[in-house]
Nanobody, 124 residues
Framework: QVQLVESGGGLVQAGGSLRLSCAAS????????MGWFRQAPGKEREFVAT????????YYADSVKGRFTISRDNDKNTLYLQMNSLKPEDTAVYYC?????????????????WGQGTQVTVSS
């Protein structure tokens, strides 16, 4: 079965960096567009970043543009999210998601598979 497993979350001070990873199995990873989403306590899940099947096209939420970078390694079946200049408002559970299409998408309803999430906490 399809599995998406996130890792790399943790506690970091404001201004610090973290790199999230999402290991995929049970699917042809190179045929899937991927995305990162996050959910803070008491808030709805929100879009963070998305990448197309080749990695050649990316799109970011305005709140993270210029600070976060999404990338993928199709040989390793792994998705990444490099997060720099972290802010307390970035605190959330971060989820990776996959959609069986070539094109990236910001809409979570367009994604078929989800990981279990990894907690990111940014202290002020």
């Amino acid at each position: 079965q399809v599995q998406l497993v996130e890792s790399g979350g943790g506690l970091v001070q404001a201004g610090g960096s973290l790199r999230l990873s999402c290991a995929a199995s049970g699917l042809t990873f190179s045929s899937y567009a991927m995305g990162w989403f996050r959910q803070a306590p008491g808030k709805e899940r929100e879009f963070v970043a998305t990448i197309n099947w080749t990695g050649g096209s990316t799109y970011y939420a305005d709140s993270v543009k210029g600070r976060f970078t999404i990338s993928r390694d199709n040989d390793k079946n792994t998705l990444y999210l490099q997060m720099n200049s972290l802010k307390p408002e970035d605190t959330a559970v971060y989820y990776c998601a996959g959609r069986p299409a070539q094109t990236r998408n910001w809409d979570p309803s367009r994604y078929s598979y989800w990981g279990q999430g990894t907690q990111v906490t940014v202290s002020s």
